[in-house]
């Protein structure tokens, strides 16, 4: 079993920034390519970034230019850097990763960007 906890979530001013960190444990051997999603309050979740083992990058077109997701490896940990944060971002934010063709999901971190 792979665990993922998110955190770095918060509240914001529109235009700050936020760094989101995600970290995996457990029984870890290669874990695949991880990512962002987000869930806003009565919608459905949305992909927000992914990014192989190899940092191949894939963004949402209403993040791109405004969000990088990094990883480390050797620490098994995802990032994702919001800059120029809009009250449309406010959402759960949920990070998750693939291990031998299984998913796992951490339990989320909110982001709540408001003046």
């Known amino acids: 079993q792979v665990q993922f906890v998110e955190s770095g979530g918060g509240l914001v001013q529109p235009g700050g920034s936020l760094r989101l960190s995600c970290a995996a444990s457990?029984?870890?051997?290669?874990?695949?390519?991880m990512g962002w999603h987000r869930q806003a309050p009565g919608k459905q979740r949305e992909l927000v970034a992914t990014?192989?083992?190899?940092?191949?990058?894939n963004y949402a077109d209403s993040v791109k230019g405004r969000v990088t997701i990094t990883r480390t490896n050797a620490k098994n940990t995802v990032y994702l850097q919001m800059n120029s944060l809009k009250p449309e971002d406010t959402a759960v934010y949920y990070c998750?990763?693939?291990?031998?063709?299984?998913?796992?999901w951490g339990q989320g971190t909110q982001v709540t960007v408001s003046s």
């Open positions: 990014i192989s083992r190899a940092g191949s990058t």
């Open positions: 457990g029984s870890i051997f290669v874990i695949g390519t």
């Open positions: 998750n990763g693939v291990q031998y063709g299984q998913g796992y």
